[in-house]
Nanobody, 126 residues
Framework: QIQLEESGGGLAHPGGSLRLSCAAS????????MGWFRQAPGMEREFLSA????????YYADSVKGRFTSSRDNAENTMTLQMNNLKPEDTAVYYC???????????????????WGQGTQVTVSS
């Protein structure tokens, strides 16, 4: 079982940066594939990035590729999302997600994840 807690959200100006963290409580964090998603009001949850359980592979959505960088530290049970060149359309609640897996796959669909954090609000506005 895993519990997830996001932090680091807040207000940023267009062009600015924020760094989100996801702290995980799990006996074997390295057994979980991890992902970042976001959800804006009235919109479906949107995939942002995904890690294999080892962290050796990371996959990004086209909408954030080149602006967002995700990393995970299996020794520290954490995952981070560095967001640069933020735009007003990045405003959303950001979630980290986990899925226990024995494969080396990453997952890009929200329904493929079994555990979610409560989310952290990111607002990009001038």
């Amino acid at each position: 079982q895993i519990q997830l807690e996001e932090s680091g959200g807040g207000l940023a100006h267009p062009g600015g940066s924020l760094r989100l963290s996801c702290a995980a409580s799990a006996r074997v964090f390295g057994g979980y594939a991890m992902g970042w998603f976001r959800q804006a009001p009235g919109m479906e949850r949107e995939f942002l990035s995904a890690h294999t359980r080892s962290g050796l592979r990371t996959y990004y959505a086209d909408s954030v590729k080149g602006r967002f960088t995700s990393s995970r530290d299996n020794a520290e049970n954490t995952m981070t999302l560095q967001m640069n060149n933020l735009k007003p359309e990045d405003t959303a609640v950001y979630y980290c997600a986990a899925r226990w897996t024995v494969s080396g796959a990453y997952y890009t669909q929200a329904h493929e994840y079994t555990d979610w954090g409560q989310g952290t609000q990111v607002t990009v506005s001038s």
